[in-house]
T-cell receptor, first 112, second 115 residues
Framework: QQPVQSPQAVILREGEDAVINCSSSKALYSVHWYRQKHGEAPIFLMILLKGGEQKGHDKISASFNEKKQQSSLYLTASQLSYSGTYFCGTENYGGSQGNLIFGKGTKLSVKP | DGGITQSPKYLFRKEGQNVTLSCEQNLNHDAMYWYRQDPGQGLRLIYYSQIVNDFQKGDIAEGYSVSREKKESFPLTVTSAQKNPTAFYLC??????????????FGSGTRLTVV
């Protein structure tokens, strides 16, 4: 039931792009994305609520393919501040409203 | 500023002890959650509450207990029945029902270590 994130880890140089994927075996109502720095609280990035929805936040954007039960997070022209672990959280149809199941995370390291 | 406060930041537990982790929020959120985070495991749900005086078990509730006597507060007790309690514990809150643009707000966490 836990969504699967890929890749598990990625190393970038500043200015490079990355894509993080989140796939579920369950029909999804919504997908959340969070970023966590080591030892800190996860920070909410964005929520996607319906199939095909895309959102953007600075140079970080995401898409939601409801049919494929997956979401992708796009990081464009990465900055050092993008380093951290990215988690997707999924809200399933038939589950308790508002409850999220989180993936294991993707560790992103941006080097100068 | 509104937010969610967890205390203490670090906690040490002896074998056989119960310990309580505090979580307080002033965001007027109805829903509150407790997650456990272990390296490489992501966040796993322990308990959640969507309304005062009501709470539900999550995926890994064994060895834990909670209460929700006030909207602002959702303390977690790690009992002696929890055999492997060393972990990073995160408390979160959100509106309920969830809004279109609202995610979870997390506290800064409590790192619990068994000594």
């Amino acid at each position: 039931q836990q969504p699967v994130q890929s890749p598990q880890a990625v190393i970038l140089r500043e200015g490079e792009d990355a894509v993080i994927n989140c796939s579920s075996s369950k029909a999804l109502y919504s997908v959340h994305w969070y970023r966590q720095k080591h030892g800190e609280a996860p920070i909410f990035l964005m929520i996607l609520l319906k199939g095909g929805e895309q959102k953007g936040h600075d140079k970080i954007s995401a898409s939601f393919n409801e049919k494929k039960q997956q979401s992708s997070l796009y990081l464009t022209a990465s900055q050092l501040s993008y380093s951290g672990t990215y988690f997707c959280g999924t809200e399933n149809y038939g589950g308790s409203q508002g409850n999220l199941i989180f993936g294991k995370g993707t560790k992103l390291s941006v080097k100068p | 500023d509104g937010g969610i406060t967890q205390s203490p930041k670090y906690l040490f537990r002896k074998e056989g002890q119960n310990v309580t982790l505090s979580c307080e929020q002033n965001l007027n959120h109805d829903a509150m959650y407790w997650y456990r985070q272990d390296p490489g495991q992501g966040l796993r749900l322990i308990y959640y509450s969507q309304i005062v005086n009501d709470f539900q078990k999550g995926d890994i509730a064994e060895g834990y207990s909670v209460s929700r006597e006030k909207k602002e507060s959702f303390p977690l007790t790690v009992t002696s029945a929890q055999k492997n309690p060393t972990a990073f514990y995160l408390c979160a809150s959100s509106p309920h029902p969830p809004g279109r643009n609202h995610g979870y707000t997390f506290g800064s966490g409590t790192r619990l270590t068994v000594v």
